[in-house]
């Protein structure tokens, strides 16, 4: 009977050691590293508010298209007296997450813009149409992601325990993105406090560099429960509705 014991503590201490552990402060992989947590068909409604808690509007985040790619929106409509703050992103990307084309439409107060842009993985160039402003091309990767496919890629990067590395995304121009992971505060949304994982996102641009906050929840898809983001009147907040 002893030997019988010494085995299977033998056994269980060797299966102890194979199992990999999981950094201090930050979650267990909730999906396998090619798993997708969020679903087709997922909205994500935000309200929009200045840091003190003043409300400026509302923004959506969408998940969508057909299988095997995807289709991503984001619309935000934060007005303010005299100036009006409206923008849509639409985007489509393969199952890789290697972006197919983007459409971004924006109005700043008085700076409006509409552009496409086309991502020909062959050529590995960006076509980039703006609305009276002509066409032009730059040099991409085979696979690259605009900004709003970054943000669903990093999403399924974070299930996966993962932070991805420093890349060159394409929003119409290069743009270098880096996504640090930050801390895991206790945070309140919607009245209800909850364990997130903080995330700070930099682009860095050919004539401009910008940060984003993002606070992950820490359900199997990741869900960004609060966006810190820059715009031409200060930094937005845009907290979730349940």
């Known amino acids: ?14 299966l102890w050691a194979q199992t990999p552990s999981v950094p201090s402060g930050r979650p267990a992989p909730a999906v396998s590293a090619s798993a997708t947590p969020f679903a087709r068909g997922e909205t ?4 929009v508010n200045w840091p003190s808690g003043l409300g400026l509007g509302e923004a959506t985040l969408k998940a969508g298209g057909g299988e095997p790619g ?10 303010l007296p005299g100036f009006e703050i409206r923008d849509h992103y639409r985007s489509s990307a393969n199952e890789k997450f290697c972006s197919e084309s983007l459409e971004k439409e924006f109005v700043h107060g008085a700076r409006k813009g509409k552009e496409k842009v086309r991502y020909d993985p062959q050529k590995r160039v960006a076509e980039r149409e703006t609305t009276g402003g002509g066409k032009s091309e730059v040099s991409v990767p085979d696979c690259v992601k605009d900004g709003l496919t970054f943000l669903f890629f990093l999403r399924r990067e974070l299930a996966a325990g993962r932070t991805p590395p420093a ?5 119409g121009a290069p743009y270098q993105v880096t ?11 919607g009245g ?9 996102v930099s682009f860095r641009g050919p004539a401009s560099e910008h940060t984003f906050e993002i606070y992950f929840g820490r ?9 810190r983001a820059p715009f031409p009147l200060g930094t937005f907040a845009l907290e979730l509705v349940r």
Do not use: C, K
Request: no cysteine.
């Open 1 to 14: 009977m002893p030997l019988q014991i010494l085995r299977v503590g033998l056994l269980v201490s060797a």
């Open 44 to 47: 994500l409604n935000y309200a």
């Open 70 to 79: 995807w289709q991503f929106e984001f619309h935000i409509d934060a007005s």
């Open 167 to 171: 890349q060159t995304i394409n929003f």
């Open 179 to 189: 996504a640090t992971y930050s801390d895991s505060p206790q945070i309140e949304v």
């Open 192 to 200: 209800v406090r909850q364990p997130a994982d903080r995330v700070q």
């Open 219 to 227: 359900d199997p898809a990741r869900t960004p429960l609060l966006i």
